[in-house]
């Protein structure tokens, strides 16, 4: 940074912070009102499980969840380096970790539709029973969060090429980042309560 | 000064960028993103295990029945949620009030599922009018 960059109030460092803690605010409350969304069709979910009699076999396939986790799990690491580097100014290795990530994304929607066709073949739809109906309601909304998801992130990966970003302003990939983990965080609770418990 | 000279010396590799605070930080980050990506693993690899295994019973209080292993399984999920939002999502290095915002949220959401837990699980309003089985209807 220039010297006289340094030293002009609307670019000081407190300046770049001051925006960036904001714009972060901004995140965390639209995170907050996505907590509501999911929280809304988890508590129904619990409902139901806790007045349904009998006990509950799962009818999912563990292993394709479980490989879908550690698909997402991955792309928040490849997440987490996309804003590490951009943070740094590394242009070139910011990209490919966008790109990475996004890879990751598309794989979590093959498997999902691999799983979908198998419950569809089997005659699994959505009115199946009430465990079918939450199962498509949960995994596709969080799905459509992941195709969100990754839309911004064609965008970034477009945006950071052209040369949008730098160590000062990388505002956009860090506030994608809260957002692409708070997908994987939701998948966390969503696995465990759908194919495990 | 001197310190760094000697750990250079002793580098075979002299296309390394010079040593900085600032480089040092991004590769700790590295190491520690690395180590949280291993514990998420290892969680979902614990958490798919216990779902094999009556939790109850190998803890031996089989009078929980399949109610350890929700426990067991929200703990895990828990746990893995935790070093999400702390590490991959910064909340480690975020503003208090930032924090504040968003752990605000999640009392709400506390809230929501007690306040919803209250209905059934106490006064049994669901099991009173009947429920349907939630698999194969």
Known sequence: MSDAAQHHPILSPAFHKDRRNLRAMGMWLFLGSEVMFFTAFFGAYIVARSASPGSVAMPLERMLGALNTLVLITSSLTMALAVMYSKKGDRARTGRFLALTFLLACCFLVVKAVEYTHHFEDGNYPSHDIFFGFYFLLTGFHGLHVVGGMITLGILWFRNRRGDFNKDYNDPIEMAGLYWHFVDLVWIFLFPALYLL | MTSRENSLAFTADTEEPPFTAEADLGHSDIVLYAEVFGLLAALTVLTVTM???????????????????????????????????????????????????????????????????????????????????????
């Open chain 2, 51 to 137: 779902s094999y295994v009556n939790v109850g019973a190998a803890l031996d209080v089989p009078q929980l029945g399949r109610s350890a292993n929700i426990i067991a399984g929200l703990l895990v999920a828990f746990a893995k949620a935790g070093l999400v939002v702390w590490i991959f999502m910064h909340m480690n290095h975020e503003t208090k009030v930032n924090r504040f915002v968003f752990i605000f949220a999640l009392c709400l959401l506390g809230t929501f599922f007690v306040a919803t837990a209250l209905d059934f699980e106490w006064l049994g309003t669901y099991v009173v009018h009947g429920a349907q089985a939630l698999v194969g209807m």
